[in-house]
């Protein structure tokens, strides 16, 4: 089991989700997020070669690196991420079989609660297109 609540991109131009708990499973979604020292909603990284220069950026892959090495050693619980670093700024809700797509390049991430899937494992299926 792979549920990533921490905002995060993929290396891919798209993201594919179905949901597939049953109707009285689903709880939460797909939440996408502001990186608020920066202002970025997107990973510029392999976008922008002049942002890569600046400070903004270098600051945010200092947090964004150190973050990403700490995010698997946690509950999963998307309360966990830190409201003064990241904004959230849209949320898809988890319905059966609703299928989500959306440029992966955008910060996201798994919205859940610790409190949830004590009973079922939240399910979908998760794929990218290049």
């Known amino acids: 089991l792979n549920t990533n609540f921490y905002p ?7 993201a594919v989700q179905i949901y597939l708990n049953d109707p009285e499973d689903c709880k939460g979604g797909t939440r996408f997020y502001k990186h608020l020292p920066t ?18 950026f270098s600051k945010f892959l ?12 946690t509950i999963l619980d998307s309360r966990q991420i830190d409201s003064s670093v990241w904004e959230n700024t849209f949320e898809v809700e988890m319905k ?11 910060f996201h991430g798994a919205y859940i609660e610790k ?3 004590k009973d079922t494992k939240r ?8």
């Open 8 to 14: 995060h991109v993929d290396p891919a131009l798209y």
């Open 39 to 56: 202002g970025l909603d997107i990973n510029v990284a392999y976008m922008d070669e002049e942002f890569k220069k600046t400070q903004e």
């Open 62 to 73: 200092d947090y964004y690196t150190e973050q990403s090495k700490n995010r698997y050693n």
């Open 96 to 106: 059966y079989n609703r299928l989500v797509i959306y440029p992966s390049y955008l």
């Open 115 to 117: 409190e949830w899937f």
């Open 123 to 130: 399910m979908g299926i998760v794929g990218f297109v290049k």
